[in-house]
């Protein structure tokens, strides 16, 4: 037992990190669950559940990053939360499994938007307005279709999840504009936001394994207070080519299971 709570203590620190820096946490904590003996489906929601303790750490440790934006993240969250509720309670409805066929194609999008994003220069905010009052139906169409990206993604980080935070940050940097560490304090929010919905329909439905939570928790929520200061002193145009790496890889895993 000893030796089970130090390795899911240092899962989950991984995982936080990885949840802050990159939205990739499940690639650490859920197999870390699966190697000590808990059944997949348990293990999905245990783990839902513990990325709660990631929000608890990383928030407070982005107040820098989310000074300023707090109208925004909140607009945002609202937003990623209306499709959590919905995503969580498709699962009354549909299997997880009916997603396995088109998230990996998902993954990849993200992916490749991250790397897109990043040959931009971010803009500040009198300049993002000048060009929203030069190309108004484009910007209205962009914002339009982002605001209803964010809904998808709630409603998927709510029904199936794996890499919801990638996608996230890749539609963020389409539309805020703002540094990496910055939007993706944005997503740290959103992200707590929606596990809190998720994770209150599962404890009501399903069954939690809460010997477990207990120290991936611990874990987590030292991995996410570190994981923005992380992000402030880091190659952001590195990072970033990392992340996609990441999710392209995480893609391929995922369409070989679904389709092989």
């Known amino acids: ?60 440790a982005s107040l820098k990053e989310l000074h300023g934006q707090w109208h ?9 939360v209306i499709g959590s509720v919905s995503g969580s309670a498709l699962l009354l409805v549909a299997p997880a499994s009916t997603f396995e066929k088109i998230v990996p194609f998902f993954i990849l999008v993200a992916g490749v938007m991250l790397l897109l994003s990043g040959r931009g220069k971010e803009l500040k905010e ?3 307005l000048r060009r929203a009052e030069m190309h108004p139906t484009r910007h209205k169409v962009l914002t339009l279709a982002s605001y209803l990206g964010i809904v998808l ?9 794996a890499a919801g935070g990638v996608v996230l940050l890749a539609i963020l940097a389409v539309i805020t504009r ?16 929606c596990n809190i919905c ?3 329909y599962f404890i009501m439905t399903t069954t939690v394994a809460w010997h477990a939570v207990l120290p991936l928790g611990i874990g987590l929520l030292i991995g996410g207070y570190c994981g923005p200061k992380i992000v402030r ?5 590195l990072l970033r080519i990392l992340i996609a790496i990441a999710a392209f890889l995480l893609a391929a895993d995922l369409f070989v299971k679904a389709y092989f």
């Open 233 to 237: 002193h880091v190659n952001i145009k």
């Open 72 to 80: 925004r993240a909140l607009g945002y969250t609202i937003l990623a």
């Open 126 to 128: 009198e300049e993002r």
């Open 1 to 60: 037992m000893v030796l089970q709570f130090i390795f899911l203590l240092a899962a989950g620190i991984v995982a936080g990190l990885m949840a802050t820096i990159a939205g990739l946490a499940s690639i650490a904590s859920y197999p870390a669950l699966l190697m000590v003996g808990i059944p997949p489906v348990i293990a999905n929601v245990t783990n839902t559940v513990s990325l709660i303790f990631t929000g608890l750490g990383a928030i407070p």
């Open 198 to 200: 998720s994770s209150a």
């Open 178 to 193: 703002e540094s990496f560490a910055k939007y993706n304090a944005v997503k740290n929010v959103m992200t707590f936001a």
């Open 153 to 161: 993604v709630g409603g998927y980080l709510g029904y199936f999840g």
